[in-house]
Each structure stands twice: as C-alpha cells, then as structure tokens.
C-alpha cells in the first residue's frame, strides 16, 4: 500500500505532462488530413455538423497560425463564416445541397475579392482597408458550390511582383508567412499563406494564383497539391492581376482528388474576363471521371532536363519517379529545350505593361472610396510607409508605371514574339515532336531558409514554359529530402487538365508521398 502511494504522485505527474504534451502538439486535431469526401460523409450521416467543422478549423487557425508555432499564413478570418455554416446546415437538412463543397471550408489568397466583411488587401498596407465593391467570380462559384469561404490568406506583397529581392511569404500588412515544416525555411510565393494553410491543416482547400509558379513552387515547399490550369479555365474577374496574358487562379490541397473536385467548380464562361470565351467548349463542370489509378499505363511522357543538375537528392527523386513511370506501363523521353531562349524577356515586357494597365482597372473598380487610385499613387503611397521598403524596393512598379499603353508598338510586339515562342515553338513543338501526353519536371528545390535581406534563393523551377505559353501544370509531392518536401510537376498542352489529372491522380497513388509538417523550430531538431 506505502509503494502505491508512493508511486502515484508520480502517475499523477505523468499523466498532467502526457496532458500537457497533447495540449501543446500543434498536430493534436481531429480532423488531421480529412478530406472533401470524408467530410460530405460526415455531413451526410450526422457525425459532425458544418457549423463544428468550421469552428474547428476556427480554433486551429488561432492555435497553430496566430499562436504556437505563429505560422502567419492567415491575414484574416471571414466573421461570418460561422453564420455561413449554420445556413449551409439549414440547408442540409432540407435536402438543399448547393454543389460538391457543400460545407467545405476554403482560404482564399488575399488577391481574390470578397464582397463581404473581410478587405482585400494584396498584402499591402496601401490597401489595408480595401473593401471590393463585389464578389470575384472565385468567390461567387465557391459561394455557389456551397463552400464556407473561411479566412484571407497571406502572400507575397502584390503577388511577388513588387520589387528586387523580395522575400516570398512576406508582406508589410501581415510579416513573414513560415515554412510549417522547418519554421526557419520559406513557404515560396506568392501563394504561400495558401499552401501553409492547406499543408497545416488549417483549411481543406485554398485557391492560389499563378502568373509564374505562384501555385506550384508553395505547393512544391508545402508538400501539397497544385493544380494552375489553362489562362481562362477559370475567371480572373475581381482578382488583383499582373498578367492578363499569365494570371490564373488555382485550387491547392492536400489530395489531387480535393483539388480536382474544387477544379469543376470553379470553370465557366465569365463575360467579365474575355480570357474564359475560349474555354466555352472545352471547360468541364467535373473532371473527376479522370481520377483514374491507371492514369500512367500508356502515355508517353517527356522528362524535363534541364532543371536537373542542381541537387543530387532532387535528381535521384525524380529518377525514382522516373522508374515508377516505366513501371506503371508510360515510355519516358528526355527533352533538354522546351521555349527558345529570349521567351522570358518578352514574358516580363509583356508582365509590365500589362501591370500597369490592370492594376489601374483594378483600382477604378474600388470606387470613389479606394484608398488608392492608381499606380501612380500606390507607389507614392509605399515611399512614405515605413513598413512597406524596409526589406526590398518596388523597382517592378516603377517600371510598369514607366510603360505605354497596350496599344503600343512595344506591347503588341513582346505579346506576339511570347504567345510565339513559348506555344507554337515551345510547348507544342516538343510535344508534336516527340507525340507526348504530358512533360515532366522537377517543381523545385527543398525549401531554402528564408532572408529578408538577399531574398529568395531558388535553385531549382521549371514552372515558367507552362506559364509563359498559360499552359496547364499540375504539381504532386513526390518525395522528401531531410524532411521537407519535393514535388513533381506534370504539364503540357493548353486545356489538357483531363490528361495531366490521369497522368497525376495514377502517380499520386503509387508514390503516396504526402508527409504531415511537424512545425520543427530549426534544421537540426
């Protein structure tokens, strides 16, 4: 009796540690990894509510990115998305299903307009309390399809495309977005608040843009899925642009199935953005019939050589993928040349005029309350902030100010020599010459520590020849290197995404290479 009495101040002891330990595991959550069909399930057999759903994602965000670790991915959080819950719960129990997201909860990149109580803010101090005047197209679809539109996430100030040595992840309204994986390692932009959200379980779904590898290089250092699809897939309408020849939204997840059934719901003609006329024919409503775990038996599949070279441990990755290729029945070919050199120069004068020209729409569009009205005064605005050029200029905002109009001689030639280049002798050229299904690629390099001062140290990247042409590219973890993860990038003609989903859903599933972020402080923990 005395040695039980003795011992139990010490099982009393271990159970309050064993408590605390919980208490203080970031990755102590119900609903770790979850799913959009687990969830509907859920919904449907009366396990959880929407309105729990929501206030669980709620509470994770406080713990894990307000507090705890502090990922920073999240601006702010939508005030009425418990209302939005509790409707969508009413709705269900009438029978009313909106559409496959049905009370799934999504982050919206803080580009994407919402008409509702949260700003739009690009990031940037100058548009801090910026409320649009009307939903984006993004917004208005995921309202349709039934998600709960949860929080803003945070991103690379003006979408990365500001200034010379930026920091991706870092924005003067909200700081410096962490890897969830090694917290000293960036997430890479500029939608990185969105793939930190998505990797850390703070969200099922985010909806990332893409001018030039914003969706798949945070995707590739968050060890998610990214799915940039073809320019006018989805409307830019009531999206903050750079390119109106680039730009794309994008679903990020954790699962190609998420993201592919996020795709469906957001296609469709928009008489707002003329880019999406083309897809009238061409658009899906649901692609997951291409969700097939055969998807890589019989195609023929370019490899991408020249990003490899630069990290040992990234080539013998992709060699593994290489090798799971041939073995699930696909005939790879190496490919050293995609685009011709010069296609990126005329990329960036095509980037900068056409930043000039939408970002004054963009402003018009605010109203006589926008606190900016246009380039001009934005870039006015920043010299006279003290947070905005602590750590890198604005340099990209300067020169697009300093460009003519889109009916200049400059513009229509860099325009022509791009859409050129980078499709008819570009993509098309290697795919009609070697008759490929797809290309692939590494998407990049491990995460790189993040540095205010000298900014982004890429290594590796192989996003631009989808970009450059507003080509499909759709991005899979393929494995770690020390813990942070690599993915693998698989592209290829314009409205291809029913191809490259078979090709990606039958990697995924025999890679299986998603690892869960355990918010490690520093490399050496």
């Known amino acids: 009796m005395r040695r039980l009495l ?74 009425e998305a418990i209302a939005i819950a509790e409707a969508l719960d009413k709705e269900w129990a009438e029978g009313k299903i909106r559409g496959p997201l049905h009370g799934i909860p ?12 949260m700003n739009t803010t690009a990031g940037s101090r100058a548009l801090k309390n910026s409320k649009p005047l009307q939903d984006s197209q993004v917004a208005k679809k995921l309202r349709e399809a039934g998600a709960v539109i949860l929080a ?80 006018g897939l989805i409307s830019r ?9 680039q730009d794309t939204a994008g679903p990020m997840a954790r699962t190609l199935t998420d993201a592919v059934i996020a795709l469906g719901s957001l296609t469709g003609v928009d008489a707002n953005d003329s880019k999406t006329q083309a897809s009238e024919n061409k658009a899906l409503k ?6 097939k775990s055969d998807g890589m038996q019989g195609k023929r599949i370019g490899l991408y050589t020249a990003p490899l070279g630069n990290n040992p441990q990234v080539d013998s990755l992709v060699q593994q993928s290489v090798r799971l290729f041939k073995t699930a029945g696909a005939t790879v070919i190496e490919i050293d040349e995609i685009a011709p050199r010069g296609t990126g120069q005329n990329s960036f004068q095509v980037m900068l005029h056409e930043y000039k020209a939408g970002l004054n729409d963009y402003f018009a569009s605010l109203g006589e309350n926008a ?53 008819q002798e570009g993509i098309d050229n290697v795919m009609n010459e070697h008759q490929l299904d797809a290309i692939i690629a590494p998407t990049g390099s491990p995460a790189w520590s993040t540095d205010w001062l ?16 507003g080509y499909p590219n759709i991005t899979i973890p393929m494995g770690n290197i020390h813990g942070l ?41």
């Open 371 to 423: 606190p900016i009205n246009n380039l001009e005064a934005l870039i006015a605005f920043n010299e006279q902030d003290s947070i905005a050029l602590k750590y890198y200029n604005q340099a990209y905002l300067k020169m697009a100010q300093e460009k003519e109009g889109l009916d200049s001689e400059a513009y229509q030639n860099a325009l022509a020599n791009l859409q050129r280049m980078s499709q």
């Open 152 to 231: 803003k996430a945070n991103l690379s100030e003006w979408a990365n495309f500001r200034g010379q040595h930026s920091s991706s992840g870092w924005s003067s309204i909200n700081g410096q977005t962490k890897n969830p994986y090694v917290l000293t390692r960036n997430p890479c932009g500029s939608s990185s608040g969105s793939g930190v959200a998505v990797s850390a379980n703070l969200t099922v779904l985010a909806i990332g843009t893409e001018t030039n590898g914003s969706i798949v290089c945070p995707s590739n250092a968050n060890g998610i899925v990214g799915i940039k699809p073809t320019v």
């Open 106 to 117: 999504v982050v919206l990149k803080d580009n994407i307009d919402t008409h509702d109580q």
């Open 286 to 291: 649901d692609y997951t019939p291409y969700l």
């Open 485 to 525: 993860p690599v993915g693998l990038s698989i592209f290829g003609r314009a409205w291809s995404e029913p191809t490259l989903i078979e090709i990606a859903y039958g990697f995924e599933q025999k890679s299986n290479a998603r690892i869960v972020p355990t918010f490690r402080k520093n490399d050496e923990e």
């Open 6 to 79: 003795l011992l139990f101040p010490l099982l009393l002891l271990s159970c309050i540690t064993a408590e605390v330990k919980i208490e203080h595991d970031p990755n102590n959550f119900d609903y770790m990894e979850i799913d959009i069909r687990q969830l509907t399930e859920g919904y449907r057999q009366g396990v959880y509510s929407i309105k729990e759903i929501t206030q669980a994602y709620l509470d994770r965000i406080e713990k894990v990115d307000f507090n705890g670790p502090e990922l920073r991915s999240i601006i702010q959080v939508n005030p």
């Open 237 to 245: 309408s009531g999206i903050i642009p750079i390119s109106f020849t």
């Open 454 to 469: 000298n900014g982004d140290n890429f290594h590796i990247g192989s996003s631009s020849a989808a970009a450059w042409a």
